[in-house]
């Protein structure tokens, strides 16, 4: 059964700093993986996706993602944090059995950017 | 703005009753989704329809149910509600069903069930 992990429930960046926000995932056959991003009272928003190809992933907002196979990990990168980052984060991975297509999603980290 | 649109956004009703949530998605998107969020279980997909036809099931209870029109809007129906069914519901769509294609999401409906 595929699955993803957010170890960290929250994580604290001050802005301006790099920020990380870790996923590791557990799939059977090639990762389809994504990350999305939750402000309050708002729905997801897509960020980027891994399908194939290159290994670092750039998305919207200045995010990227780097893909490691042997570490089955997808961690969520930013430079220079921002406070408007400050947001629920989830990784997500594609569901390839059953309820193929359908997403499943880690339990999110909370990010806090303070100024 | 994700051009998922959903109604309404918010809906406060009492044990035992039925709603219906709608959802249109994306112009030109084929695929619904349909998730529950809630704070114990997290965000939980209940079931997708393409094209008018159901796809895939999730963990949709039995007294929920749901289906994709032809003009591609989808409805979720909740019945004989439970204080636990209380929670955000939010629909997605993507162009098509294959595993690259990017779901995305409305704004939600918060339900509440007192």
């Known amino acids: 059964a595929q699955s993803v992990a957010q170890p960290e429930d929250q994580v604290n960046v001050a802005e301006g700093n790099p920020l990380t926000v870790k996923c590791t995932y557990s799939v059977s056959g090639n990762p389809y993986l994504f990350w999305y991003v939750q402000y309050p009272n708002r729905g997801l928003q897509f960020l980027l996706k891994?399908?194939?190809?290159?290994?670092l992933v750039k998305g919207s907002y200045g995010f990227e993602a780097e893909f490691n196979k042997s570490q089955t990990s997808f961690h969520l990168k930013k430079p220079s944090a921002l406070v408007s980052d400050s947001a629920l984060y989830f990784c997500v991975v594609r569901d390839q059995g059953g309820s193929q297509g359908n997403l499943i999603f880690g339990k999110g980290t909370k990010l806090s950017v303070k100024p | 703005d994700s051009g998922v649109t959903q109604t309404p956004k918010h809906l406060i009703t009492a044990t035992g009753q039925r709603v219906t949530l709608r959802c249109s998605p994306r112009?030109?998107?084929?695929?619904v989704y349909w998730y529950q969020q809630s704070l114990d279980q997290g965000l939980q997909f209940l079931i997708q329809y393409y094209n008018g036809e159901e796809r895939a099931k999730g963990n949709i209870l039995e007294r929920f149910s749901a289906q994709q029109f032809p003009d591609l809007h989808s409805e979720l129906n909740l019945s004989s509600l439970e204080l636990g069914d209380s929670a955000l519901y939010f629909c997605a769509s993507s162009a098509s069903v294959g595993p690259a294609y990017e779901q995305y999401f409305g704004p939600g409906t918060r339900l509440t069930v007192t």
């Open positions: 112009s030109g998107d084929l695929s």
């Open positions: 891994y399908i194939t190809g290159d290994n």
